[in-house]
Nanobody, 127 residues
């Protein structure tokens, strides 16, 4: 079993920055890929960024150049550095993980493909 706990959300003005963290416990071996998703009120859950077993990162087009995802050396904590935040980035942000083979972090942006989830942390950006 894997437990995930997000932190770091809050309220900022447009153009500001936040850093989200996702602490993993349980079976957080290096065999797992991790990802960030978000869900705004009345909308579906969308993939924001992912880090594969090989540490290769992928991003949604809407956040490229502004967000950076990374993992600590132990692979237990996932981060999301968010810069130049926009009002449309406001959402509940969720951390997710799943077992994946090296180079096998396919179809990452579909939330149905992820097994473990945190409870979420709220990000609110005011314009």
């Amino acid at each position: 079993q894997v437990q995930l706990a997000e932190s770091g959300g809050g309220s900022v003005q447009a153009g500001g920055s936040l850093r989200l963290s996702c602490a993993g416990s349980g079976d957080t071996s290096s065999r797992f890929c991790m990802a960030w998703f978000r869900q705004a009120a009345g909308k579906g859950r969308e993939g924001v960024a992912t880090v594969g077993r090989d540490t290769i990162t992928q991003y949604a087009d809407s956040v490229k150049g502004r967000f950076t995802a990374s993992k600590d050396n132990a692979g237990n904590t996932l981060y999301l550095e968010m810069n130049n935040l926009k009002a449309e980035d406001s959402a509940m942000y969720y951390c997710a993980s799943r077992y994946c083979a090296t180079g096998g972090n396919h179809n990452w942006s579909n939330y149905l493909n992820w097994e473990y989830w945190g409870q979420g942390t709220q990000v609110t950006v005011s314009s």
